[in-house]
């Protein structure tokens, strides 16, 4: 097999299904806010989130997130992410965003700015941007419940699906307390993902599938701890969606410790992602070439991921069609 190139990689019309927008915040971005509202760091900007565990990384995001604290700063925040996407080739991603995060914005006021921020971004020409908005494991059950009402009274087309994140070893165990949410966001037609065996172990994994009734699981690569969760990811063909550079930095002392070889070999589907590229300074040109490296990829491999992720994406099927046209026509000349 012959590698892919820097160049071929770069050129690859992409999809990614796990990118958080709150991980997207560039250096810069942050100084400019915290001068702003008059907030000192609580490390220089450029370290802000050189921490070594998910407690500390998820209070970071907490305080960067709740510098944003009106409508056209957030809209510009979803812009941003927007045009690095565009650099990366990126045609289409599907961007988790959590409201307990964004501490200065209500729900409505959150997600009506970045709808509007990607409406812009695709009269720009740099792609299309959809949203999933999270809820946080630690919330209440009727917490998960009155945001999956709040999405059906919005109908923000931009909202594709549900996800849910969070420190899993924190808050123990979930998947029987949002079981109810997740129902509902099926029955309104909601595309449903999780977090899960990331921080929790295969049994996160088991939840996801069983109780809320996900079809992908971002994360997920703990699921071959257990054989009983590993049958359940092949038999329901779940979609995995991996951040190799994330997990390494939280799961992995390095990459030849992590799964994912066991996971193809298996034959579980997955896809690659970068989860918060900015937070840890990655990109998803990078992650694709990592992949390509550690598993012995060529071009041929890097394109069949992304009809992959094509594949397990929440948008319409003619969206899923045109998505497939465009990687076919650009990979055939």
């Known amino acids: 097999m012959t590698p892919p190139s820097g160049e071929q990689i770069r050129a690859l019309p992409k999809v990614e299904l796990h990118v958080h927008l709150e991980g997207t915040f560039r250096p810069e971005r942050v100084a400019e806010l915290a001068t702003l509202v008059g907030e000192a760091p609580p490390r220089p900007v450029d370290q802000l989130f050189d921490v070594d565990n998910l407690a500390d990384f998820l209070d970071t995001l907490d305080w960067v997130c709740g510098l944003v604290r009106d409508e056209p700063t957030a809209e510009q925040v979803a812009h ?19 409201p307990t995060h964004w501490s200065g914005l209500s729900t409505e006021e959150l997600f009506s700015a970045c709808a509007q921020g990607f409406d812009r971004a695709e009269a720009d020409g740099l792609g299309d941007f959809r949203l999933l908005p999270s809820v946080l494991r ?10 999956v009402a709040w999405i059906e009274g919005a109908a923000l087309d931009r909202i594709v699906g549900l996800s849910i994140d969070g420190n899993e070893a924190a808050a123990g165990r979930t998947g029987p307390r949002f079981a109810s949410a997740y129902a509902e966001a099926g029955r309104i ?8 065996g990331e921080s929790s172990g295969a049994e996160g994994v088991r939840d996801a599938i069983e109780l809320l009734g996900v079809s992908r699981i971002d994360h997920g690569v703990r699921c071959g701890e257990d054989p009983t969760a590993l049958a359940l990811v092949l038999e ?11 997990n390494c930095t939280l799961l992995y002392p390095n990459l030849d410790s992590h799964p994912i070889r066991d996971l193809a070999d298996a034959g579980v589907r997955f896809t690659i992602n970068t989860d918060d590229p900015e937070t840890l300074g990655i990109t998803l040109c990078g992650e694709l070439q990592l992949a390509a490296d550690h598993l ?13 992720a094509i594949d397990a994406a929440f948008c319409s099927e003619v969206d899923k069609d045109a998505l497939r046209r465009r990687l076919d026509q650009t990979v055939g000349t």
């Open 80 to 98: 941003d992410f927007a045009a690095y996407a565009h650099d990366q080739g990126i045609l289409y991603a599907e961007v988790i965003v959590n």
């Open 138 to 147: 630690q919330q209440t059950e009727q917490e998960a419940r009155q945001l």
């Open 189 to 196: 037609g909601l595309g449903r993902t999780a977090h899960a």
């Open 236 to 246: 329901h063909d779940i979609t995995l969606n991996v951040c190799l550079t994330s």
């Open 296 to 308: 012995g990829w060529d071009l041929g491999d890097l394109i069949a991921a992304q009809h992959r």
